[in-house]
């Protein structure tokens, strides 16, 4: 039986959900994984990471898209293509051989879904006040207010409809998750240790 404890992360954009993974992995001594799960995904098949992030959390297109450049032999245009279905493969495989290895907590990529069979998840969702969020953003990113509302409404989309298709489950809904947070009550410390009691409690540690 694998005895790892897993933790799963999924956030609305500007929530601070990266901040509180990590220090969630930090405090129970866990490895963290966001953006480094697609270099690992991309060094599974052989492929440089920056190809990778074109695909990062983006919901399915219908047609194939381009890995590299088109690569010419002789006469023929030679191309090779992953779909986003392909892409989503390979980084769910990864979360599984991880999972399998040692007690991590994963950011995003429908970590949740991957490792619906593993005996040891709990899911958390991170959710926060729209003022915290663009305050967050625009400190974060150097963007106006207007600029970061933008960004908020379009990365919730973009995350909610690649977690939808892929997980046929619903982002951000509270049946989803075992536990959802604001962190914007509690404030990002606090909110932390609230999720860690829980955590704690829930795998008698």
């Given amino acids: 039986m694998n005895d790892n404890i897993i933790i799963t992360i999924g956030r609305q954009f500007g ?14 001594g866990f490895e963290y994984y966001d953006n480094k799960l697609i270099t690992l995904a991309a060094k599974e098949i ?14 399915k297109f219908n047609n194939a898209l381009r890995i590299f450049e088109g690569v010419f032999l002789g006469n023929y245009q030679y191309d090779n293509y992953f779909s986003n279905d392909m892409i989503f493969k390979i980084q769910s495989n990864v979360i599984l051989k991880l999972a399998e290895e040692k007690s991590c907590v994963f950011v995003g990529r429908c970590s949740d879904y991957v ?29 106006s207010e207007q600029k970061a509302i933008e960004l908020i409404k379009q990365f919730d989309k973009r995350r909610a409809s690649f977690y939808n298709y892929y997980s046929n489950k619903r982002w951000g809904h509270c049946d989803t998750y075992d536990i959802s947070i604001d962190v914007s009550v509690l404030g990002e410390e606090e909110s932390v240790y609230f999720l860690a009691e829980f955590i704690k409690r829930k795998f008698k540690i």
């Fill in 46 to 59: 052989g492929f440089a990471p920056e190809h990778f992030e074109t695909f990062d959390e983006k919901p």
């Fill in 15 to 28: 929530s601070g959900g990266h901040e509180t993974g990590k220090k969630l992995a930090d405090l129970f």
């Fill in 115 to 143: 490792l619906r069979n593993h005996p040891n998840v709990v899911n958390v969702f991170i959710h926060s006040s729209i003022a915290d969020r663009t305050m967050r953003i625009c400190k974060r990113m150097n963007v």
